[in-house]
Every structure is written in C-alpha cells, then in structure tokens.
C-alpha cells in the first residue's frame, strides 16, 4: 500500500506530473534498518492552545514524551541485540514528533504510512521507499481516532501506549487499532470500585472537552447506572483553552454542591488551569480522583506547595507500573548532535536540561546572563524526572508496544512454506511484507516481557486491564511524594488497597463522606425524591409486617405467615400466640368457676344421696334428680375442655361433650316436667292411665332415646368435616389465634338447634303447668330454670359470632356455665335449702313413713306429695306440725 501528499492534473495544457504538496519537515528521529517501525511522541507542545500555522517550532520540551521517544528506541536496539528475537533482521524507526497537535500529528502519521517523504523519488511513477509496516503511537485518543480511520482502510497496524477512550475498543470501526494502556472502560469500573469501598455515592465529575473527556463521561454515566453504586452531582465539561469566566463558573458549582469527591478526566496540563481558579475560591475540603493522564505527572507542574494544600491526599488510577533493565545507561548516552537528522530533539532536550543554549545563542540570551551548551555536560547532574526509571508507566507501555509488534514480525517470519495463513497457505516475506500481513500475527501475539507481565490483546485490541491506585501524600517537611497504595486487577472487579498508607488531607486524618441522603437504616426503605438523582432519597419506615435487614434497601419485605415485624421492623419474630390459656386471667377465672360448679354439682348429689331416704329426695323423682345432677357435673367440666392451646382431640371432644352433657341435661328435665304433667292428670279422675307412659324404664329410655340423636349428630359431624386446630390471622395482624374451627358450620348448628329445641319444649311444658295447684309447683322452678337456659344461649349466638378470636372461646364457656349455675341453683336450690332447714330445725320437721312434707316459713303443713320408689301417687292429707 502507499498513499502520499501529491498533485496530478492531467489536461491538454498541462502534462502528466507529480509533486508533492508541500514540504512537511516536522523534525524526527530515525535509524535505518531492514524493516522500519513508525512512532508518534509529544515531545514539545505549545505555549498556547489556539489554533497554530505551524509556522513556528514548538515552545516547550516535554521531557516525558523525549523519554518516551527513546523508550523505543531503546527498545529496537535491545531487540536488534537479541538473537533469538527477528534473526538476520534489523530493525529500524522514524519517530516525529506530534506537538500535542491533531493536525501535527495526523500529518505525521500519514507521512509515516506513505514513505519518509523527504525521501520521495519524483519521478513520473512518483515512487519511493516502502513505507513502516507499523506504528507505535498515538499517545492521545482524539488524534489516534483520526488516525485510526484512515490506517485502518489499509490496515496498518497501530499499537498505542497512552490513548484510552473507550470508543477505540470498537475493532469493527477500527481493525488496525491496538492498545497496550487498558480502555477508559476499565478505568471508568476501577474508580467506580474505589467510591464503593469508601462508601462515596455523591460524586461530581470534570471532563475535558475532547473525545478522551467526552466518551469517559458517557462511560462513567453508563456504568454508574448499571452498577447503581452512586450518582453523579454533575458533570461539567472543562474548557480546552484557558476560559476564565467558565473555569469560574465549574469552581462555583463544585463549591456550592455537597458533593466532597471530584472525579478528574483531564491532560496534565490543563488541569493546572483549574487548579488555579480552585486557588483562587478557596475550595478546600474536596477529595480529589485523577485520571491516568495526570495521576502521576511532572511534580514541579501540579505538586507545589501552592497546590498541594488543595490536591493532597489525591487518589489516582495509574497504568501498570514496569521495569525495564539497560534503559538509564541507555538515556545517559545521549549527546547533542545539531548535524544530524537522527539526533533531533537531543540538542533541543540538552538545552531544556540545563537551561542553556547553544551556539549561535538567540539575540539578547547571553545578555541576560544566559549560559551557553558545551554538549560535555553530565547528565546525571541533571534533577527531572528524566533519570527515573524507578516509576516506569508509559515508557513500559512504549516498551511492550514495540515488542509487540516484533514478536509478530518475528511470528510472521517463522511461517513454514504450505503452512502459512494467507491464500494458498502461503506466507509473508520480508521482500513483499504487507501491513495487513504483520496484522493478522499481531492480532494472535502472545509473549511474556522480562518483567514477567504476559501481554496479548482480547477481541477488540485490549491488552488485561491492571492499574495501580496512587495517592498524593503531602509530608511535614512540604515535599511531595506519589505512592502506590493497591492495584485493580481484571475488569476494575478486583480492588486491593493499604489503607493505612493512604494520606487523607482532612483534619480527621479520615476518608470524607459524599453522599446525598445519609444511608437509611434497618427498618426503613428509601423512597426517591422526585426529579433528583437515585443516590438522593427520603427514609420511610416499613410497615407494620415488613421488615428491612439492611440498610438502603428499596423496599420492605413481608414476614412470613407464622412471624411479624419487631417494632425496629428490622427483623421478622414469632408472632404472638393467642389462645384462652390456664395461665390468662380470664383463663383462670374460668376454671375456678367451672371447678366451683363442679364441686357444688358434688355437694348437691352429696345431700341428696346422703337425704336419698327422705321423703323430700324421694318424692323429687331422685333417679332423674340423680341423672340431672351428673350431667351438670358434666356440663360444668366440659367448659375446661374449651381452655389451653387447642388440639385435635381437644377440638373433637369439646363440641360433642358439650353437645351430649346439655341434651342427656335437658332430656332429664324435659322428663321431670313431663312427669309433672302426667301426675297432674292422673290427679284427675280418669287420668290414673296416663302414669304408665311415665314409669322409671320409661324415663330411663326416654332420656337415653334423646341422648342417643345427639350422639348420632356428633359422630356424623366428626366423621363428615371434624373441626381442627386452626392458626387464625385475620384477627390481629401480629398475633396467631389459635381457635378450633368448626369444620361444619351445618353441624354445629344442628348440634346447637336440637338442644334449643329440647329446651324450649321443656320450657313450653313447663310453663303450660306452671299453675297447676300447689302440690305441683316444681313445674314454677323448670319453667324458671329454662327460661335461664334459653334466655343464656339466646344470648349466646350473636355474642359468639362477633368476639374474635379467644373471647368466642371464653362466651362459649360463659355460657355453658351460666346455664349450668341457672340449671343448678333454680331446681337444686330450694330443695337442698328444704333439706338443710328441715335437718337444722328438728322442731319443724318430722318424717313418717313415705310422707314428704313440705313446710312453709311458718311451719304450717301443706302441699303433700307420696313417691315411693318412682311410682307416683298424690293425697291432700293436712297435718299438723305436731304429728310430722
């Protein structure tokens, strides 16, 4: 391929020709040799970034980019020295100098792809000397994008050791393009690991205004809303030239944002415009984070002690620090030679070095008191950076770029005849080496450089990302020293860092906080505030069930069914159980009142046993009374099986003991009453028939008959849909009703209805005898016994349906028994009160026989009734007190 700066016109006037278009004589370093590789350093830069004519030499010496120049060169001639490296082949170089200048630079690079075109024979085929087969450069992004678009047509190789815009990862776009610095990309990954080690989410971010500054912004902006490790403040773009009114602007914002961390993508040597107006503000208190372009920089540029108040403490990403043997003998060789092309730079360098000049010295230099340059000075006298190979970082980068690109000659020359990767499984030749021939090996280089770093490139022309991060530290004497203080390995996923070495330029000798909300605690969630960035919140606390373990959580989450939230909401605890307990108060009232009842139920049957041969005991039916009495026992230790946690078995016997106790209860009434109405008629003449229906195997089978329907409802009730155990959490929130469902609603209202149905037909019989004469007037005490009955579980239903969870519980056995007191006390009560006076007051009472007397307060005698032995027979004998 060759491509060159030329004029053909062709017309009737004119005859066919070739020139060139003009002399481009940037000055450059060269060194002749079998195969020729191109280089493009900074060596000089202007005092003004304005737009040049060229038209002047450059103003400054740039002593890095110098040393960079002969980084390669002493890198081709160690390679030139090795046998085992590119055999029988010598290497040779031009190198031109950039001037820190697009244009420069891109006309460089193209005279370096085209031919030495000093060189150029003009001549009517406008031949001339091949040109390099490869390129080691361009240390910045904005000309190596030009660059790169048109090298990449031919496919020129082009290994840089300094540009990092991401954009240049794209191999499609830019097929010739490699790196031996990592992307912006994983530099943008390694800061964004350093905020989140220090807990900084609140971070402002400076670009310069250029394609470096521009895609390291996008990028920064694109992961951070990945990652949602933090947010950015904002993000200004700093003025390429020195804008004051600008410069004063971004310091003004920086100065009023919270934000204590600044994020600097910038070249060295414009960073100094801002720092100045930072000076000039008095900004103080930030953290600073510097890019590679200016993390480790000339310290007499940015480490003075008028700006090390305000960037000391400063944190760095910094490219891969190397070693290189031979290289400061190499530099210590330099000597002046204003004869010759391929010395440029080092009289230039010498003169900037020891601040002289040579002959001819320029009007008015020696009368200033300037001294003029003998070329016999000693380097090593010479105090700049230049010397120091202790800290090698580009120029390691320049190192592994020119090996690079020799290894893959070296590959490409080693190919086997009918092995090779080209068309017909041939190879290159050094004769007819093509660019894009040398590219096909460099794409598969792998080698190992003597410092031990193996070095390779990925898909888009990447080598393995590893940076060191530096720190600025500002000592007590007022010298300044940058230290390594960790590394980043890999994508920026691994972070390793010393902090105990890092310096932190606050009074707390500590790392700052930047964040815009303060992180909410365990127990809340963040809420964002509208229309602010992410890292900007509000800390809301969870609600009542949701819990959050961590902080800066985004939303709450719900406890499991069995836990709720602590009043920390930060953990999820047992809930509360609730059940009517032994242990409750209300548990224990229960109990002592249904014990009570029970042993007053014991009493009871005591005297009637104890009376059973009195008439009194006798003439009240005592087997049904016998029966009755046992069945309230029944109902009054049925209630306990309603108290404690429930169970299986609990939940089955408690409905269906209840259930059979009250019928076999009221069964024994209704027989009681119906006895009353049968001894009533039989007291009428012709009514004597009637008693046979009412003997004591009639009685026992009537009472077992009506049991028995309840029984059977039970078991079909158990059977079908038993009622369980069951965790109720519909009434609380934070508490487990533990409660026995009923299973079967239809069942438990069938259980519930036939016992109303016995009662109120009790009732009903009872109250149609309750005026019959005196001599039947327990009918009085059934009627007002069942009236209690009813009128309790009447007041059962709604009162059980609407109390949640233990109080359902703790109705059901209030009303068991209050209707078990009311079954007591209203047909037990008088006669044991009878019993009780009759045996206190001998003088009123009397036995004879069979004859049940009962007697008034005044101890006259009426209303006899005859039992005898469950038979049943009346008489309306009058006796006086005297003849009991």
């Known amino acids: 391929m060759s491509f060159y700066f030329s004029s053909v016109i062709s017309s009737s006037q004119f005859s066919l020709s070739c020139q060139l278009q003009g002399q481009f004589d940037l000055n450059g370093m060269y060194k002749t040799g079998d195969v020729i590789l191109g280089g493009l350093f900074q060596i000089h830069f202007f005092s003004s970034v304005a737009i040049q004519s060229f038209t002047s030499q ?14 390669m060169a002493f890198a081709i001639d160690e390679i030139n020295r090795n046998s085992n490296l590119l055999s029988n082949v010598t290497l040779g170089y031009t190198l031109y100098d950039s001037c820190q200048e697009l244009g420069i630079g891109f006309r460089a690079a193209l005279s370096l792809a085209n031919s030495q075109e000093e060189k150029i024979i003009l001549n009517g085929t406008c031949s001339g000397n091949p040109p390099v087969i490869g390129i080691v450069g361009d240390p910045s992004s904005t000309p190596s994008i030009a660059i790169s678009n048109v090298l990449g047509l031919y496919r020129v190789p082009m290994v840089s050791y300094f540009a990092t815009c991401s954009c240049l990862s794209d191999h499609q776009k830019y097929p010739s393009f490699f790196r031996t610095i990592p992307s912006d990309a994983f530099q943008v990954r390694a800061m964004i690991q350093i905020l989140k080690h220090f807990g900084w989410t609140w971070v402002g971010l400076l670009v310069t205004d250029d394609d470096y500054g521009l895609h390291a912004a996008r990028s920064f902006q694109s992961e951070l809303s990945l990652s949602g490790e933090a947010c950015l403040a904002y993000t200004e773009v700093l003025p390429w030239n020195k804008d004051t009114n600008e410069l004063r602007r971004i310091v ?52 003075t002690p008028q700006l090390m108040p305000y960037l000391g403490g400063t944190l760095g990403i910094a490219i891969r620090r190397g070693e290189i043997q031979g290289l400061r003998e190499f530099l210590l060789q ?144 007022g010298s300044t ?59 809301i606390p969870c609600s009542e069930g949701k819990i959050t373990n961590k902080s800066n959580s985004l939303e709450c989450t719900s406890c499991p069914e069995d836990f709720w939230s602590n009043p920390q909401r930060d953990h999820c605890v047992p809930k509360k159980t609730e059940f009517l307990s032994y242990h409750d108060p209300l548990g224990i009232c229960l109990t002592a009142t249904s014990l009570l009842g029970t042993f007053v139920c014991a009493v009871v049957l005591g005297i009637f046993i104890y009376h059973r041969r009195t008439p009194i005991v006798r003439a009240n039916n005592s087997e049904l009374s016998f029966q009755l009495l046992l069945s309230l026992k029944l109902c009054f230790l049925c209630s306990l099986l309603f108290i404690g946690r429930p169970r299986l078995w609990t939940c089955q016997l408690r409905h269906a003991a209840f259930g059979i106790s009250f019928v076999l209860c009221v069964s024994c009434i209704l027989v009681k009453t119906m006895v009353v109405l049968a001894v009533f008629k039989a007291s009428k003449p012709g009514g004597g028939a009637s008693l046979k229906w009412f003997g004591a195997m009639q009685q026992r089978g009537t009472v077992l008959f009506l049991t028995s329907i309840q029984a059977a409802i039970c078991t079909t009730w158990l059977v079908s849909s038993s009622p369980t155990p069951h965790k109720n959490t519909q009434y609380h929130n934070d508490k487990i009703v533990y409660e026995c469902a009923v299973g079967s609603t239809v069942g438990f209202a069938v259980l519930l209805g036939y016992i109303g149905m016995l009662a109120f037909l009790s009732f009903l019989i009872a109250f149609l005898v309750r005026n019959l004469p005196d001599s039947f007037n327990e009918a009085k005490l059934i009627t007002f016994s069942m009236l209690i009955f009813c009128a309790v579980w009447v007041a059962f239903v709604p009162a059980y349906v609407s109390s949640p969870g233990k109080l359902a519980d703790a109705v059901e056995v209030f009303a068991i028994l209050a209707s078990s007191f009311g079954l007591l006390i209203t047909l037990f009560g008088p006669k044991c009160y009878i019993i009780l006076k009759i045996s206190l007051s001998s003088f009123c009472s009397r036995q004879k026989k069979n004859v049940l007397v009962l007697v008034s307060h005044d101890c006259k005698c009426t209303n006899i009734m005859i039992h005898s032995r469950g038979s049943i027979t009346s008489s309306n004998q009058f006796l006086h007190p005297n003849e009991l």
């Not at 450059?58 to 980084?71: E, I, M, R, S």
């Not at 960790?486 to 010393?498: A, C, F, N, P």
Request: with cysteine.
């Open 481 to 539: 020293k940058v230290q390594s203080v960790g590394e980043v390995k890999g994508s920026g996923e691994e972070l390793i860092l010393d902090e105990n070495r890092i310096f932190w330029n606050f009074e707390s000798k500590k790392p700052p906080r930047s964040v815009c909300s303060e992180s909410c605690p365990p127990g809340t969630h963040m809420v964002r505030e509208k229309g602010k960035p992410q890292c900007c919140f509000d800390c």
């Open 58 to 71: 450059p103003q400054h010496v740039y002593a890095l980019g110098f040393k960079l120049a002969q980084t």
């Open 252 to 303: 003004a914002v920086m100065k009023k944002s919270t934000a204590r961390v600044v994020i600097v993508f910038e070249h060295y040597s414009r960073v100094i415009n801002l720092m100045e107006e930072v000076v000039r503000q008095n900004l103080t208190g930030i953290q600073w984070i510097a890019s590679e372009s200016w993390t480790v920089t000339v310290p007499d540029v940015l480490q």
């Open 334 to 477: 330099i000597r002046p030679d204003l004869h010759h092309n391929n010395s440029y730079g080092n009289s230039m360098f010498w003169e900037f070095a020891f601040q002289c000049r040579f002959a001819p010295a320029p009007a008015g230099w020696l009368e200033g008191g300037g001294a003029l340059c003998t070329g016999q000075e000693n380097l090593e006298n010479v105090d700049n950076e230049f010397l120091d190979v202790s800290n090698l970082r580009p120029e390691y980068n320049v190192y592994k770029a020119v090996y690079a690109l020799a290894y893959s000659l070296d590959d490409m020359l080693r190919c086997k005849l009918g092995r090779g990767p080209f068309r017909g499984n041939s190879c290159a030749t050094l004769q007819s080496l093509e660019p894009w021939q040398l590219l096909y090996y460099l794409e598969r280089v792998n080698f190992t450089t003597p410092f031990g770093d193996q070095v390779s490139f990925d898909e888009n022309g990447d080598v393995e990302p590893i940076y060191d991060v530096m720190n600025w530290l500002w000592l007590p004497d």
